[in-house]
């Protein structure tokens, strides 16, 4: 019979029930927790916001795994057209000064995760990953609509630039340097997404209003959009 103490009794400095008590867990909780923390010690090398969108989850995805949406949602993704390959898209990211953005998105239905695959000035390594996952609302909330959780890990290029030879010569800021300020500027576009997907869900709108209907060949929509 497996016996999980037995399986991790090898394994040096686990903290669990069976040595370490109620009592030394509440103490090590209470000194772990602080009134006030420094926005490095809350945010360090991920970012990861969540928001309530009251629309169906499925709507929801549906959305997020049509790239043609970072143009509507996001605060300066921008004219995203096919690449020679037509999975990867390259656009214009407005938060820099002639700044080219390439994106492969990466989506999955079962699990209604998207991952948006990123870079600044290349499309070969692409490095920036935005990981997002959309819950129904009603298993953990107890409500209709949705949960949308948004991620983003410390990659080492945002401390450095890979492919500095690329960059505009004129473009004096980098990705890496807004890192501390991630955390804001995703909770404006996170109040974005919500914004645009409740008042067309609310209204019976069409979520994605650049597909007319399944003849319209959903140029970037149903091409760019894939799946693991």
Known sequence: MYNPNTAVQDIPDLLRIESFSRDQMGDLCMESTHAVYSHDAIYGPYCTIQE????????????????????EWTWSTRDLEPTDDPKLLVGWDRLADDTRLYCRTYSNAITRTVDYHCAWDQGDDLWMIYLMRVVPAELVLGKPGSVVIWSNCHHPYYDNNPYPELAPPDREVWVGDLWPFFYAGHVVEMDNLKK?????????????????????????????????
């Open 52 to 71: 309530y969108i009251d629309c169906p989850p499925d709507k929801v995805f549906e959305y997020l795994a049509d790239p043609r949406s970072l143009e």
């Open 196 to 228: 645009i997907l409740e008042q067309r869900h609310a209204r019976r709108e069409n979520i994605r209003p650049w597909i007319v209907s399944d003849d319209a060949g959903a140029v970037l929509g149903r091409v760019a959009a894939s799946e693991w």
